[in-house]
């Protein structure tokens, strides 16, 4: 295999754990990014064994291992399905992981507009050959959509304060790096707070870019039709957000938690979780890889 990590996998031992990999099996990665998570798995099959990832953004394909237990698809994992019934796996795949934090290599790469900890572009799109971006919606939304995208996506207490001052801002002059944007909501955010409520703002626009609880919930959904009986799905989650959607989906087989049952009772669900409560890092992964802190790994089997 060629090409350096350029990203730590969240979790990795108990990630590998979770997908119960067989020599002889076909897994696949969502979510491939730095392709840490992608490597063990590959490094675990046999010569029969195969291993499809999945990543929209061309980065990330480009830099992409060689293999022939491998294969690399540029694309959004919502549509995870489409690509393998064309690889003429659909409903054999022994195991699906999904890593939904952002590459470290995006947070790193100032050009890419991810973090306010450098300037750059506002443009935060992980296909960054289509859609809007960052700086698109800021100029464009309107301040009750803006409102809607800090409270829901970022949770925030003063999203139409958030809002009002990103629309008075932009009536003056365009916003359209990480740094004037930063400036311009640093005022409405909890001093005692700062990088945290600034970490939430500026996940709540790139969630809004990527369509990301759209994109989840697409995935989510596709799981059942890609897994055989008894594969193992397994999702790192990094906020409530998609945690939420992923352990409603994990339990009832609908991210929005309502549970269908038959004429005596029994769950309809097609998935299974396994365990109670999510695998979380140990405080030896948080000091080596800090980004994991929040990670949170839930389980589920296909009936």
């Keep these: 295999m060629d090409q350096e990590v350029y990203h730590i996998p969240a979790l990795l031992p108990e990630s590998l754990e979770a997908l119960d990999i067989r ?19 590959v490094e675990r099959l046999g010569d029969k064994g195969h291993l499809y990832s999945f990543d929209q953004d061309s980065d990330a394909i480009s830099r992409a291992f060689s293999d022939p237990r491998f294969t690399p ?5 919502r549509f995870m399905a489409n690509y393998l019934d ?13 890593d939904l ?20 572009p506002l443009d935060m799109r992980m296909n960054n050959d289509a859609g809007r971006s960052a700086a698109d919606i800021i100029a464009e939304a309107d301040a009750a959509e803006l409102t809607r995208l800090f409270k829901i996506y970022g949770e925030l207490p003063r999203a139409k304060a958030i ?6 801002a932009r009536s003056v002059a365009p916003i359209t790096t990480t740094s004037r944007f930063t400036e311009v909501v640093s005022p409405l955010v909890n001093r005692a707070k700062e990088k945290k409520e600034l970490a939430q703002i500026f996940q709540a626009l790139r969630i809004a870019v990527n369509g990301e609880m759209e994109a989840l919930e697409s995935f989510l959904d596709a799981t059942t039709e890609v897994l055989r009986p008894g594969g193992h799905l397994a999702v790192i989650t990094y906020h409530s957000l998609e945690d939420r959607m992923v ?11 309502h549970e269908e049952k038959d004429l005596f009772g029994r769950s309809s669900s097609p998935m299974k979780p396994l365990g109670n409560k999510p695998v979380v890092p140990s405080e030896a992964e948080v000091e080596r890889n800090p980004r994991s ?3 949170k790994l839930r389980i589920a089997v296909k009936s």
Excluded at 163 to 168: E, F, G, L, Y
Excluded at 247 to 257: A, E, P, S, V
Aim: avoid cysteine; aromatic fraction near 10%; glycine fraction near 18%.
């Design 247 to 257: 352990k409603n989906f994990m339990r009832t087989g609908r991210t929005d938690g």
């Design 293 to 295: 802190r929040s990670a």
């Design 163 to 168: 809002a009002d001052a990103i629309v008075k």
């Design 101 to 120: 934090g952002v590459s470290s290599h995006h947070f790193d790469d100032a050009s890419r507009g991810f973090s306010f900890r450098a300037d750059g």
């Design 73 to 77: 698809v540029r694309g959004n994992f």
């Design 86 to 98: 064309y690889y003429g796996v659909l409903g054999r795949v022994d195991g699906i992981l999904a």
């Design 23 to 41: 020599p002889d099996g076909i897994y696949v990665d969502a979510t491939l990014g730095g392709g840490g998570h992608s490597r063990a798995i």
